[in-house]
T-cell receptor, first 114, second 120 residues
Framework: GAGVSQTPSNKVTEKGKYVELRCDPI?????LYWYRQSLGQGPEFLIY????????DSGLPNDRFFAVRPEGSVSTLKIQRTERGDSAVYLC????????????FGPGTRLLVL | AQTVTQSQPEMSVQEAETVTLSCTYD???????LFWYKQPPSRQMILVIR??????QNATENRFSVNFQKAAKSFSLKISDSQLGDTAMYFC?????????????????FGKGTKLSVIP
């Protein structure tokens, strides 16, 4: 596609439920990043993929969060046993090779945990 | 660890006027990149301008320019001839030249943002 796409645009769930957030990067981009943006804050790094592998998951807040990128393109961020504190906008970005190139962001998924 | 500070939570400017957004950062590294991203209400982060720390010349992109002061660790954004479409959140961001974290991740570290309103 022309840009990074993310689905769903908005997600409302109940505390304790499981959610999956999808990111479709720019075609051919090998690097993919997930960020979380809480209200009134800048985005915070969660995880970085180079190809299919999670090269750096140091930003994941706890083991309820997990992400995959099985074919080196689409990525899914998975959150188990959601908590109200997980409410945020989840942003995905991709870049061509993963160096210091520009990261192109998607429009994000707004997650609300009731 | 690197930190980015934006001390102006909100700013406003008259249409066609000039405004400067401030950003300071803290790092012990000498080779890095700095960015300004714009986030309109649509939530999509859009790159406005980037600066390589090893370049002394300030980056310019049309109406957008930066004042990069490496010794002071300051990176301000100047918007000239402000337009209504410039209304957005502006984020200053940082990444290391050689990557940081594990496996050379080029993750971005962001400030908290400045909300800019352009007044007609």
């Amino acid at each position: 596609g022309a840009g990074v796409s993310q689905t769903p645009s908005n997600k409302v769930t109940e505390k304790g439920k499981y959610v999956e957030l999808r990111c479709d990067p720019i075609s051919g981009h090998t690097a993919l990043y997930w960020y979380r943006q809480s209200l009134g804050q800048g985005p915070e790094f969660l995880i970085y993929f180079q190809g299919t592998g999670a090269a750096d998951d140091s930003g994941l807040p706890n083991d309820r969060f997990f992400a995959v990128r099985p074919e080196g393109s689409v990525s899914t961020l998975k959150i188990q046993r959601t908590e109200r504190g997980d409410s945020a906008v989840y942003l995905c970005a991709s870049s061509l090779l993963g160096g210091s190139e520009t990261q192109y962001f998607g429009p994000g998924t707004r997650l609300l945990v009731l | 660890a690197q930190t980015v500070t934006q001390s102006q939570p909100e700013m406003s400017v008259q249409e066609a006027e000039t405004v400067t957004l401030s950003c300071t950062y803290d790092t012990s590294e000498s080779n890095y990149y700095l960015f300004w991203y714009k986030q309109p209400p649509s939530r999509q982060m859009i790159l406005v301008i980037r600066q390589e720390a090893y370049k002394q010349q300030n980056a310019t992109e049309n109406r957008f320019s930066v004042n990069f002061q490496k010794a002071a660790k300051s990176f301000s954004l100047k918007i000239s001839d402000s337009q209504l479409g410039d209304t957005a959140m502006y984020f200053c961001a940082f990444t290391l030249l050689e990557g940081g974290g594990r496996a050379g991740s080029y993750q971005l570290t962001f400030g908290k943002g400045t909300k800019l309103s352009v007044i007609p």
